[in-house]
């Protein structure tokens, strides 16, 4: 189980088959509300409280998705309060904490250049902001999730894992020990450079 904060209200978490098999949980009764899954759940709620300080705290709402492959993940957002409430002490720390960068990207890694030109041509007609990166021999698509609609986060994800597969590698990382290759519009460039 790997968790990953996006917003000061947002967190991703991702959970591997395997994770899913210890558990007992077949794949599909992942969409059944059954014990399993609800004790699933709260252990996804604890473990996102003790490594990014995420606690729920009124209304929530889920949104969950397969990765054919990989496994599925789950976004949880905290609802926003009723006008009039004031943001606790706690909230604007965390607003301090995080900088927005951590929480507001994701990477995919791609074993051949080949797959990258691939799947920037499958995402051209999205209005993503991205970037290029080369690390451990391998090319690391930024995507800042700010750029990704609502209604086509499956389709983009859907694309991404086609050709490539999820990194936990962050953007800090890649830009520190990794080489740039295009820092900015990186689908719209390779597809102009590389037409299919």
Known sequence: MHVERLAKDKVRIFISY???EERGIDRDEIWLNGKKVQELFWDMMETAYAEVG???AGPI?????????EGVVVIVTRVPSLPG???SDDDEEV?????????????????????????AHALYDYDLATALYKYSDTYHLF???????EDEYDSIWSILHEYGEYSEVTTAVLE?????IMDHKAVERLVTQFPL
Not at 62 to 67: G, I, L
């Open 18 to 20: 395997d994770d899913l």
């Open 54 to 56: 995420f606690e729920i």
């Open 176 to 180: 520190e020990y990794g080489t740039v």
């Open 85 to 87: 409430h004031d943001k």
């Open 143 to 149: 995507v800042d999730e700010e750029s990704v609609r």
């Open 95 to 119: 607003d301090v904490e995080l900088s927005d960068e951590m929480f507001s990207s994701f990477v995919f890694r791609f074993a051949d250049f080949e797959d990258v030109i691939r799947a």
């Open 61 to 69: 709402a889920v949104e969950a998705f397969t990765m054919p492959s």
